[in-house]
């Protein structure tokens, strides 16, 4: 495998000028005009932040990347698929009070924000693949729909899959409902029954006769339903659930394949901001204290590289002793001094196995876990 280029900047700048300068010339330098972006439908996949948690990325940075390709000649457009959990993401109507909410609108961004997968999460498109785990990917159709994928992700902490990078960004939060139940489980739901209030519709909604009732509860026949997702979104009341019970490497393998499917085909780049690196994945409604100072933004054509990349500089920074990651330094014998020879991912979530999914995107020919790190001032 190739050695690949990884970008960076750090945020120290200069009076006058802006670190969104920063950016646009750390992408430029990066390859971003490689791309032929004319007429071209640009998908930027970015999460538009979990309602109270602040860790999400200013849209501002998103502005940058949508100009440059307007000023391309591309159709761009901001994107994102529906979350499995409820939260304030599970449908596109809460999905994008949410993005408004936290300034990801057309007026701010100069370009459109759709989801993805739809209304409620299954508006979808099935990709082939040859994965050790997945050979029909289910992501969101409008991402399956462009022809040019531009991954912007908020680097940090996640407990179950060590890191959240770009492979994150785009393998999970490109999966529709259904892919994200075939990432987390075996890819079918089950019911709460004590929530269940006999609506029917669920059901209803059931194209495959999954669902009966026993003594006015709902019950999904995991042997008939086909973990299409449509009863989560239409449950009035969340009653129906997902198992989230995938052994944490295979979840970062699966991670990994839906990476390929995402891209397959597709011309991409990959923007990832390593700042308030929090501990946990952003889609909990708050952000705990960042584990290191902010370290800077990375840009790379290969979302692989740039994950190891990232991982490896968050582990070279001195640790932030008052956050979480200082709760479980000594345990570890480490003093947080971030000469690199501690994995304060790891630390910090003791079960997960982030480097499963850079061993899987090499498999999946999808980058390389060899890289040149290049700084640009
Ligand atoms: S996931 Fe799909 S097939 Fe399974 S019970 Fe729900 S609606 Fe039916
Ligand atoms: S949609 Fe929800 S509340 Fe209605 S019957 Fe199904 S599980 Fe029960």
């Given at each position: 495998m ?18 969104l ?6 992408v ?9 972006f ?16 602040l ?18 000649d ?34 701010t961004l ?5 989801i ?14 040859d ?14 729909d ?35 139940m075939e ?9 709460h029954?004590?929530?269940?209030i006999?609506c ?10 999954a ?19 449509r ?12 198992f989230?019970d ?6 970062n393998?699966?991670?990994a ?20 690196v ?22 790379s ?10 991982t490896?500089m968050?582990?070279?920074q ?11 330094l ?11 020879s ?6 910090l979530?003791p079960?997960?196995?982030?480097k499963a999914?850079?061993e ?14 290049i700084?640009i001032?």
């Amino acid at each position: 495998m190739e050695t690949s280029k990884v970008y960076y900047t750090t945020f120290r700048t200069e009076v006058g000028r802006s670190v969104l300068d920063k950016l646009k010339k750390l992408v430029l330098e990066a390859g971003f005009d490689e791309i032929d972006f004319k007429n071209k439908f640009t998908a930027v996949k970015i999460h538009f932040g979990e309602p109270g948690n602040l860790a999400y990325l200013r849209p501002n940075y998103a502005k940058v990347i949508a100009d440059l390709v307007k000023e391309r000649d591309g159709k761009v457009f901001l994107t994102d698929c529906n979350t499995l959990y409820v939260g304030g993401r599970k449908h596109a109507l809460e999905h994008l009070d949410s993005a408004y909410t936290n300034g990801y609108n057309p007026f701010t961004l100069g370009c459109h924000v759709l989801i993805a997968d739809g209304l409620k999460g299954t508006d979808e498109a099935l990709i082939p693949i040859d994965g050790e785990f997945v050979k029909e990917a289910k992501i969101g159709r409008a991402l399956a729909d462009a022809d040019i994928i531009i991954s912007m992700n908020h680097f940090k902490g996640h407990e179950s899959t060590g890191m959240g990078g770009a492979l994150k960004n785009i393998g999970m939060g490109g999966g529709s409902r259904a892919g994200k139940m075939e990432m987390h489980n075996s890819g079918k739901p089950g019911v709460h029954q004590e929530l269940c209030i006999s609506c029917g519709a669920c059901r209803k909604n059931c194209a495959h006769g999954a669902i009966s009732f026993v003594e006015k509860k709902a019950q999904i026949d995991r042997e008939v339903c086909v973990g299409c997702g449509r009863c989560i979104g239409v449950c009035p009341v969340d009653a129906i659930h997902t198992f989230w019970d995938e052994a944490n490497d295979v979840l970062n393998k699966k991670i990994a394949e839906y990476t390929a499917a995402v891209l397959k085909d597709k011309e991409h780049f990959h923007i990832s901001f390593v700042m308030d690196v929090s501990p946990n994945c952003d889609c909990h409604s708050e952000n705990d204290m960042p584990i290191v100072p902010d370290v800077g933004i990375f840009a790379s054509k290969d979302p692989v590289a740039l994950d190891l990349c990232c991982t490896e500089m968050v582990n070279r920074q001195k640790a932030n002793k008052d956050s979480a990651l200082g709760d479980v330094l000594e345990e570890n014998h480490c003093d947080g001094c971030g000469c690199g020879s501690c994995d304060y991912i790891q630390m910090l979530h003791p079960t997960t196995n982030w480097k499963a999914a850079i061993e899987q995107g090499v498999k999946m020919k999808i980058g390389s876990d060899k890289y040149e790190l290049i700084e640009i001032k």
